[in-house]
């Protein structure tokens, strides 16, 4: 059936992208571009122009080429869906599931892709967390830089706005604490001093009984407390960053398979 004037020139306009493309092929903007332009392709029917350009954008990601996750499981998806609808079950699979572990949240809209598609993409997640809920998990140790002080590990793993929290609260009282023990130092010194009268030797000491007690070690304890919760908060997010690069954070949504399922599937 020939195409109308509308989808010819929306092809032309995908080809244009596709040559555009080749002078830049391992930026992120090549990646994206050459996604956009399967998609035209495809929207217009030309299913092996598509395939053409989504080899590629899978090519630039297994030579180390700059390419987005959500750029390439996408790319994934819409590879495993031309196999789907071409009868290759076990091709449309191992996309679909490649695709998930690059991203494991990857969602297809049925306003995008065929419901049939949708169901059996849904079916591969499925069948993936089931396999990943035996699957003995292997949790790398934490770097020695998540036992650091002063927000360290939070900066180190991107959580800027925890950071600047603990490492304002252990400088204020680190701080507090080394104040507090230089005075409590010098009025031990004036307690000792046999030049002063019994009563400010005796006033010194008690300075230094009342600063010890009210400054010196509650701000140190809280130091070391703000410290150990930053190494806790730095563990559980290394832990939850080393299960989601497993995969273990896949789910699958009743709601968007039960939609899959009453369809075309």
């Known amino acids: ?120 993409f849904e079916l591969v997640r499925a069948s993936v967390r089931a396999e990943l809920s035996t699957r003995p998990v292997r949790v790398e140790p934490m770097p020695p830089w998540g036992f650091a002080p002063f927000g360290v590990p939070q900066f180190k793993s991107g959580h800027r706005g925890r950071g600047v929290a603990y490492a304002t609260l252990q400088s204020t009282f680190l701080a507090a604490s080394i104040g507090s023990f230089i005075y409590i130092h010098g009025q031990v010194q004036r307690s000792e001093d046999p030049s002063l009268t019994i009563d400010d030797r005796m006033a010194a000491y008690d300075r230094h009984l009342l600063v010890r007690n009210a400054v010196s070690i509650p701000t140190t304890l809280a130091f070391y407390g703000t410290w150990a919760a930053s190494t806790l908060d730095a563990g559980i997010a290394w832990r939850r960053g080393q299960l989601r690069v497993q995969g273990v954070g896949l789910s699958a949504s009743q709601h968007h398979f039960q939609v899959a399922v009453s369809g075309r599937f």
């Not at 998609?39 to 987005?68: F, I, N, T």
């Not at 495993?80 to 996309?95: C, I, Q, T, V």
């Open 1 to 120: 059936m020939p195409l109308s004037a509308p989808a010819l020139a929306q092809q032309s306009e995908g080809s244009d992208v596709a040559q555009q493309v080749d002078v830049a092929d391992t930026s992120q903007e090549s990646a994206s571009a050459l996604l956009a332009a399967a998609r035209d392709a495809y929207l217009v029917g030309d299913h092996d122009e598509a395939l053409k350009l989504l080899s590629r954008v899978v090519a630039m990601a297994d030579a180390g080429g700059e390419v987005p996750p959500e750029v390439l499981a996408e790319a994934l998806a819409y590879q495993g869906e031309l196999a789907f609808l071409d009868g290759h079950r076990a091709a449309a699979e191992a996309a679909f599931r490649r695709a998930l572990q690059v991203q494991p949240d990857l969602r297809l809209s049925p306003y995008e892709h065929p419901l049939d598609v949708i169901g059996s």
